[in-house]
Protein backbone atom coordinates (compact mmCIF):
# COMPACT_ATOMS: atom_id res chain seq x y z
CA UNK A 1 0.00 0.00 0.00
CA UNK A 2 2.84 2.43 1.10
CA UNK A 3 4.29 1.93 -2.52
CA UNK A 4 1.12 2.50 -4.40
CA UNK A 5 0.78 5.83 -2.58
CA UNK A 6 4.06 6.88 -2.92
CA UNK A 7 3.93 6.26 -6.44
CA UNK A 8 1.04 8.82 -6.79
CA UNK A 9 3.33 12.01 -6.02
CA UNK A 10 1.43 14.76 -5.42
CA UNK A 11 -2.33 12.81 -5.69
CA UNK A 12 -1.00 11.00 -2.88
CA UNK A 13 -2.81 13.60 -0.55
CA UNK A 14 -6.15 12.60 -2.51
CA UNK A 15 -5.86 9.08 -1.21
CA UNK A 16 -7.47 7.79 1.68
CA UNK A 17 -6.16 4.13 3.07
CA UNK A 18 -9.05 2.25 5.51
CA UNK A 19 -8.47 -0.50 7.56
CA UNK A 20 -10.74 -2.95 8.91
CA UNK A 21 -10.36 -4.98 12.13
CA UNK A 22 -12.33 -8.12 12.69
CA UNK A 23 -11.00 -8.30 16.10
CA UNK A 24 -11.76 -4.84 17.59
CA UNK A 25 -10.89 -6.25 21.10
CA UNK A 26 -7.31 -6.65 20.03
CA UNK A 27 -7.04 -3.95 17.96
CA UNK A 28 -7.40 -1.12 19.55
CA UNK A 29 -6.84 2.69 18.17
CA UNK A 30 -3.04 2.23 19.90
CA UNK A 31 -2.47 -0.60 17.73
CA UNK A 32 -4.20 0.19 14.55
CA UNK A 33 -1.80 3.36 14.77
CA UNK A 34 1.26 1.42 15.08
CA UNK A 35 0.18 -0.69 11.94
CA UNK A 36 -0.89 1.94 9.92
CA UNK A 37 2.31 3.66 10.30
CA UNK A 38 4.20 0.79 8.59
CA UNK A 39 1.90 1.87 5.16
CA UNK A 40 1.88 5.77 5.54
CA UNK A 41 4.67 7.07 7.78
CA UNK A 42 4.22 10.20 9.29
CA UNK A 43 0.24 10.23 9.11
CA UNK A 44 -1.74 10.86 11.60
CA UNK A 45 -4.13 7.91 11.66
Known sequence: MAL???SLGDD???V???FV????ERDTA????SY???F???SSA
Open 36 to 38: AAF
Open 12 to 14: ADR
Open 40 to 42: APG
Open 16 to 18: QAL
Open 4 to 6: AIN
Open 30 to 33: SVLR
Open 21 to 24: TVDP
